[in-house]
């Protein structure tokens, strides 16, 4: 049987040997059991460490405008009339292109300067869930095998339905197909439907304001301020960020929670009409803070409001960069 990943190397390779692009994002084998990392290629015979299973979890997008830009760099100590542009191959699953979407958009990069290789995307492992599951023993290793997890501990083997232990953000996935792809790779997947998406945000407005705000400010507490999630968002791509300025400073570089709440504020309503709900900031958080339940609910009002759904489409315009007269202003005095 040819599976995706099969193909996947093989269309890399066709690539690269056409020179139809000049790199490769995509994943490799990690240092550690079940966990895969984003790989850079930039020759054919390369391709071979390319896999794509359910224990890749990282928004390759973050990976493209980095590439683009780094190149950008180098070609200014070129002379004008031999700088070219790079090409950049990206194996991206629905929120990976919605993220493309969202740089298109934002005028970050030209179509042509990317090559959309589309896979279908079932959801990704929750590596918190499954040792949860394993109650917190070691996992040697592991596969997947008809929707179940047959994993290899320190204590032996046990097995895990994959269901379980997907990411929050993937059981409730709208957009697990790519949005846009020059070439798709497997056979499209059966989008998921129902109120569910916004569940979470159903009860978070449940609460009162004096609630919300103890729950915000109790799930700030254990941020350290790390920046993983800011570095791993396919979104925050500035050159240089607002909490690294001096003139003028916007925020302290410290974790007192003034600071803290400050900069996950600040951070959180950029994401306004950007947050594709990959769930990579909530991945790679080390303290579990839950920043999705924020970031859904500003995804809900975006929708909820204006009916803008964040990178779905290249005619679609961006949440904050377009105005109708039309548009509700009522939650201007009368925030919910």
């Not at 990976?63 to 070129?78: A, C, G, K, L, P």
């Not at 989008?191 to 004096?210: H, I, M, N, T, W």
Request: net charge negative; aromatic share 8%.
């Amino acid at each position: 049987m040819v599976t995706v990943e099969t193909k996947v190397r093989e269309l890399a390779k066709s690539l690269l040997e056409e020179g139809k692009i000049d790199y490769l994002i995509g994943y490799e084998e990690g240092t550690l059991p079940l966990s895969m990392t984003p790989c850079f290629i930039q020759a054919p015979e390369e391709v071979s460490r390319l896999v794509y299973n359910p224990f890749c979890v990282q928004n390759l997008a973050k990976y493209v405008t980095d590439v683009i830009f780094s190149h950008r760099e180098n070609q200014r100590r070129v002379k004008p009339e031999e700088r070219a542009k790079k090409v950049v191959g990206v194996v991206a699953r629905g929120c990976t292109s919605r993220s493309i979407v969202i740089h298109l958009l934002e005028r970050q990069y030209d179509r042509e300067e990317v090559v959309i290789i589309g896979v279908p995307c079932d959801g990704y492992v929750d590596m918190r869930k499954l040792k949860a599951h394993l109650d917190g023993k070691e996992i040697v290793a592991g596969e997947v095998k008809d929707g179940t997890l047959l994993v290899e501990t320190g204590e032996g083997r046990g097995e895990v339905i994959l269901s379980q232990v997907l990411s929050d953000n993937c059981l409730v996935c709208r957009y697990n197909n790519p949005v846009i792809y020059d070439y798709m790779v497997g056979e499209l997947v059966a989008p998921r439907q129902g109120e569910e998406e916004f569940q979470v945000v159903a009860e978070f407005s449940q609460l009162s304001d004096r609630e919300r705000w103890e729950y915000f400010t109790r799930e700030m507490a254990k941020c350290i301020r790390c920046y993983a999630c800011r570095n791993a968002c396919p979104s925050c791509y500035c050159r240089s960020c607002f909490v690294e300025q001096t003139t003028p400073r916007w925020i302290g570089l410290t974790v007192d929670p003034s600071d803290v709440q400050l900069f996950q504020l600040m951070r959180l309503f950029h994401m306004v009409g950007r947050c594709v709900d990959c769930g990579s900031c909530s991945a790679v958080c080390p303290m579990g803070v839950d920043l999705r339940t924020f970031l859904k609910k500003i995804d809900y009002d975006g929708w909820k409001l204006f009916k803008n759904r964040p990178g779905v489409s290249l005619e679609e315009p961006l949440l904050l960069g377009t105005f109708s007269e039309s548009d509700p202003e009522d939650f201007i005095f009368h925030p919910k």
